[in-house]
């Protein structure tokens, strides 16, 4: 190596689980210009087990150097997918991570969902991320540095997933066929992937640990949200509101507050963004 080579600043890197999702892809967008490492599923996938712990310790001792960030995207949505494995991915891997990584000079940042905050719930991820937030809370303190983001609903790189709202809807608007839906006055807000890769860089780059959440203070009665969607889109006939029925504890209280951390951020607004991210998808 010369000695232009030595004075060459090192590329801070950029650990990614999970690399294959929506949030992991606009994540190694914005760090492109990183040095960014996709982990494969078949190193991390028995990762949940504590036996494992020493593994884990040896494989991030080995690669980091200084600054280096792990992002832990890999998660299960779909809460009608089996519990136990919705634990094991959502909980017990980052869990173990964590616990396998405590003491090196890394941040570590998990992700959750703004209902944790309902504090129980019969979902089954949500559920899974209250546990994971309980867990976090009671981390003693340590060189690593650990922080969750509590997000809300987020939409952009490829189609919507089919088990969730927005999903349902596109294939309705696509299809042109009847969308039902429940009284929708659950209360919710829609983030762009990148608009929330800002934000999180935005708070990592501040001397922040713990919980923290990801809040426009864009909240929306989700009977609003279809209204303007399917109004903007000229199909309004088939929207059916209050034809299903609320499956689970929910919020219905539109009180969010933009987290001042991110005041700087222009989030986009949660129907315009919907709708043009849609326009392309249904065209």
Avoid at 53 to 81: M, V, W
Avoid at 136 to 161: C, D, M, Q
Wanted: with cysteine; net charge positive.
């Amino acid at each position: 190596m010369n000695a232009l080579d030595k004075n060459t600043p090192q590329k801070r890197k950029i650990f990614v689980i999970g690399s294959n999702g929506r949030l992991a892809q606009s994540l190694l967008n914005y760090y492109k210009e990183d040095a960014c490492i996709c982990l494969n599923r078949s190193e991390y996938e028995n990762w949940d087990q504590e036996q494992n712990r020493p593994k884990i310790n040896a494989y991030f001792k080995s690669q980091i150097t200084s600054e280096n960030i792990l992002f832990i995207t890999s998660g299960i949505l779909n809460a009608k997918e089996d519990s136990e494995r919705i634990e094991k991915v959502n909980f017990k891997l980052p869990h173990n991570i964590i616990m396998a990584v405590n003491g090196l000079d890394l941040t570590v940042v998990t992700f959750g969902t703004i209902l944790e905050k309902l504090k129980e719930s019969t979902n089954p991820y949500v559920k899974s991320k209250i546990q994971l937030s309980k867990m976090l809370l009671n981390l003693p303190p340590s060189a690593t540095r650990v922080i969750h983001f509590r997000l809300h609903t987020l939409y952009g790189y490829g189609e919507p997933n089919t088990f969730m709202f927005l999903g349902q809807l596109f294939s309705a608007l696509k299809k042109k066929e009847k969308f039902n839906m429940t009284s929708g006055q659950q209360i919710r807000e829609y983030h762009h992937l990148d608009d929330v890769a800002i934000a999180i860089d935005t708070i990592l780059s501040k001397p922040q640990h713990g919980i923290v959440e990801i809040t426009s203070g864009n909240g929306i009665r989700l009977r609003d949200f279809a209204l303007r969607i399917f109004e903007e889109f000229k199909f309004q006939d088939l929207l059916n509101i209050g034809g299903l029925e609320i499956e689970h504890k929910d919020k219905f209280q539109n009180d969010y507050k933009k987290n001042e951390d991110l005041k700087e951020i222009d989030f986009r607004d949660p129907v315009k963004g919907v709708c043009e991210y849609l326009k392309p998808l249904l065209n």
